[in-house]
């Protein structure tokens, strides 16, 4: 898209004189009316100093966002991640995420409201709000958000009906999980989802189903998509924005992650009727990074999408984080899709 970059850090002030945005990146997307709303992560960090790294924490107890300040010379501090510092055996974010709306007439031009939608307000958002993907059900809007805290890394769910009040629903998965995106009709009568289980010894980080009769309690849990081989989704995987229905199966965009930690984005299709059944899923990446907001930037070689629009006459607009900086977008249909997911 020509427009690319959409939206950068550039285009937002700070909740806080004090404060810097780092990051404006992975965007939940919906068309709302006339316009598309992106609902953006935005990060902050503190002005850092010399002496020390400073991060910043939610207190619960307190209400309010307070600094972390540790000496960069005190030996426990580890801070080759450029996203979480190692400290005294504990992991802090380098920023703190919430979730901000961005509005645009023609899905390319887009300017954020003047405050956020989703800020860290409860113990499991210490760390921050992250990562929204958005589903359409009988005229209201569902937002499942990754919420990350000392308690570990946990999805939450939000609601609203006109993208100005917004009812928190609370943590529907414990730790460790996210990735979590709601699909936008019941099949069989329940609410499904995909949620993707963090790694262990055990298991690969790999793409999960779950069923609900509320969109609160979640089971019937099926193992759906693993990562492969040694190629581009070998490490991880996991799911993107809702899937679209089709003659052909649900569509759907996901993530992939390689050895190299370099994330791309595939196409699948799954059954209509058991969507836990994959049929069928790109042997190559749709899109992976290659232009220099992609390559380069707080964490480079990553595209990661968890927003896309779908129009009438089958175009898709995949919109999406780069470099874990900034927002793009890039355009398909979902026949290109399809054809990919066979391929």
């Known amino acids: 898209m020509d427009a690319n970059p959409l939206l950068s850090p550039d285009d937002l002030e700070p909740t806080a004189p004090a404060l810097k945005v780092v990051s404006t990146f992975n965007p939940g997307a919906v068309r709302f009316g006339k316009q598309v709303l992106l609902v953006v992560r935005v990060a902050e960090a503190p002005l850092q100093t010399s002496e020390a790294v400073s991060t910043l924490v939610y207190d619960a107890g307190a209400d309010e966002v307070r600094t972390v300040n540790i000496p960069k010379d005190d030996p426990a501090l580890d801070t080759t991640d450029p996203r979480k510092y190692r400290y005294g055996g504990r992991t802090l974010l380098t920023s703190m995420s919430h979730l901000r709306v961005a509005r645009s007439k023609d899905g390319e031009h887009f300017v954020f409201d003047p405050a956020p939608a989703i800020f860290p307000a409860a113990p499991y958002e210490a760390f921050g709000c992250e990562d929204a993907r958005i589903t359409h059900i009988d005229g209201r809007y569902y937002i499942t958000y990754t919420a990350v805290s000392q308690m570990g890394v946990t999805v939450a769910l939000a609601s609203t009906e006109d993208f100005k009040t917004f009812k928190r629903h609370g943590v529907i998965f414990p730790p460790y999980n996210k990735d979590v995106c709601i ?59 809702p899937p679209i229905r089709t003659e052909a199966g649900w569509v759907e965009i996901f993530h992939a992650c390689d050895e190299g930690r370099r994330y791309t984005l595939g196409a699948m299709l799954s059954d209509l009727d058991h969507p836990e059944k994959i049929i069928a899923r790109s042997s190559a990446p749709v899109l992976e990074p290659q232009t220099e907001y992609e390559r380069a930037g707080l964490f480079g070689d ?7 629009i779908a129009d009438a006459d089958g175009q898709l607009t995949v919109y999406y984080g780069a470099a874990d900086s900034i927002c793009a977008a890039a355009v398909t249909t979902i026949d290109e899709m399809i054809a990919a997911a066979k391929k």
């Open 302 to 308: 990553v595209v990661f999408s968890n927003g896309l």
């Open 183 to 241: 699909f936008p009709q019941k099949v069989r009568g329940k609410y499904i989802c995909r949620h993707r289980p963090y790694k262990s010894e055990f298991n690969p980080a790999a793409i999960w189903t779950g069923y609900s009769p509320d969109l609160l309690s979640w089971g019937d849990h099926h193992m759906t998509l693993a990562p492969q081989g040694r190629g581009w989704m070998s490490e991880r995987v996991g799911a993107g924005a």
